[in-house]
C-alpha cells in the first residue's frame, strides 16, 4: 500500500464505501461524490483490467472502451506490478480465467 495514500480522509472514505449495501445506494453515493466525467473513467479502467485479464489486444480494448492505450498501459502495469487489488475483486465475481 502507498504510504502517501493511507490517511485519515482516505479510511474515512474508505469506510463510508464498505457502508454501502446495494447498487441503488452505491448510485446514490458516487453520483453525489464524483462527476460523471470521473465516474465513468473508474468504470472505464475496470472494463480495461478485465479485458486485459481475457487476453485483448489493446486495440480490442481501445476500440470497445474508448480507453487511450496510456490508460490502457498503466491498468496492465497495475495489473502486473500492484497490489493484486484487481486480482482479489474479480476472484470474487467469479472473473478469473
Do not use: P
Not at 458516487?30 to 473513467?41: G, I, K, M, R
Request: one cysteine or more; aromatic letters at 10%; hydrophobic letters at 35%.
Amino acid at each position: 500500500m502507498n504510504k502517501k495514500l493511507k490517511t485519515d480522509a482516505v479510511d474515512h472514505l474508505f469506510d463510508a464505501v464498505l457502508c454501502l449495501k446495494t447498487r441503488e445506494e452505491c448510485y446514490s453515493f458516487f453520483e453525489d461524490l464524483c462527476t460523471v466525467n470521473e465516474l465513468l473513467s473508474l468504470s472505464q479502467r475496470f472494463e480495461v483490467a478485465s479485458m486485459l485479464r481475457n487476453q485483448n489486444t489493446y486495440l480490442e480494448i481501445a476500440d470497445k472502451t474508448g480507453a487511450s492505450t496510456a490508460t490502457i498501459s498503466r491498468v496492465n502495469r497495475s495489473l502486473n506490478y500492484g497490489n493484486d487489488g484487481y486480482d482479489m475483486i474479480f476472484e470474487r465475481l467469479g472473473n478469473t480465467e
